[in-house]
């Protein structure tokens, strides 16, 4: 095991999960949230920061703030607090309680937002907020995750190349979209290095980051109120579409088996056994699993809040999933 002095310095890097045995022969899970952030945000967190340190934008009475639904915020919070830093994470009420707890304790202000913007949502709603701050404090800078190189370039270094080094032969790649930073870091390496794989983004209903009609989302990870600027459609074979009760089914039928993983997870899960059960094209595939389970006791975990939210029935087996229109791909 490595000695570190920093929290972003260890990132399991190599684990993956066999999901052939109870869920779909050649489909794998990478597993992500085996590090001092808890989930893939971590690479995103360091990159972001080092970034702004080598570009000499951080000072050293410096503020970061940011917007996140809650993985990013407590990636931030670990960075930041090891080197000295505040940091102020912008969320909204979707945000599991626990997370804000991990990011208080941790040293991070947490300020959340519980009014939608009229045409963007809860997450720009965040993103005002964020102006707000800046404009006030000359101290803060946003590390800004919806239009950052570096959180495409994490994935481009670290994440892409770990699933090739395991699977050099791999056919499928399934990637959840949120800021799609992991999905489009991920796609620009399998291009770059000549990989014949396929790119299916998974994302939620509710989400208009491929063009569909904005909707309620409960559960925070995936899913944009308004088009991810990261997103360049070219490097995307396939979109999948997974309704949040499916997303609830999949994470309790992996819990089955001993793997109690975040809310992400099961939309991709979903998304890519849907995908799967729909297609000719099988072999080799890789879903990325962003976090652990423990942060979503209290939601996805919970029979009370899902029946709150989604009726009574929400725990029986339905068709949660669907492919939109055939895209097109476009930048």
């Not at 009370?304 to 939109?324: C, M």
Request: net charge neutral; proline share 7%; with cysteine.
């Amino acid at each position: 095991m490595p000695v570190i002095t920093g929290p972003h310095q260890y990132v399991e890097d190599d684990l993956f999960i066999d999901l052939g045995p109870t869920f779909h022969p050649g489909l794998h899970l990478k597993c992500e949230g085996f590090n001092f952030g808890g989930s893939v945000k971590l690479k995103v967190a360091a990159e972001m920061v080092d970034r702004a340190q080598r570009s000499g934008v951080l000072r050293p009475d410096s503020i970061l703030v940011e917007s996140s639904s809650g993985n990013l915020g407590v990636a931030l919070s670990a960075v930041a607090a090891n080197r000295g830093l505040g940091f102020v994470c912008v969320t909204d009420s979707r945000c599991n309680p626990t997370t804000v707890a991990l990011m208080r304790a941790l040293g991070a202000t947490v300020h959340v937002v519980t009014t939608p913007h009229p045409t963007g949502g809860l997450v720009a709603a965040r993103v005002a907020l964020i102006r707000e701050l800046l404009a006030a404090d000359e101290r803060c800078v946003w590390t800004n995750q919806y239009a950052n190189p570096a959180n495409w370039t994490a994935h481009y270094r670290r994440t892409a190349p770990a699933i090739l080094h395991r699977f050099p032969e791999l056919e499928l790649l399934f990637v959840g979209a949120g800021t799609t930073g992991t999905l489009m870091g991920c796609a620009r390496y399998l291009r770059d290095t000549g990989s014949s794989a396929l790119i299916i983004a998974v994302d939620t209903h509710g989400s208009v980051s491929f063009g569909g009609p904005p909707g309620r989302r409960l559960i925070p990870g995936l899913g944009m109120g308004f088009r991810p600027p990261l997103l360049d459609r070219s490097y995307v074979d396939d979109v999948v579409l997974v309704d949040e009760a499916e997303t609830a089914r999949t994470c309790r039928a992996l819990a089955r088996q001993g793997f109690l993983l975040g809310g992400s997870t099961g939309t991709v899960v979903a998304g890519a056994l849907a995908w799967l059960a729909g297609s000719p094209r099988q072999g080799t595939a890789v879903a990325i699993s962003p976090d652990l389970g423990e942060r979503y006791l209290q939601t996805v975990y919970d029979d009370e809040w899902l029946r709150a939210g989604y009726g009574p029935d929400v725990l029986e087996p339905g068709a949660g999933t669907r492919r939109p229109e055939p895209m097109t791909a476009v930048g």
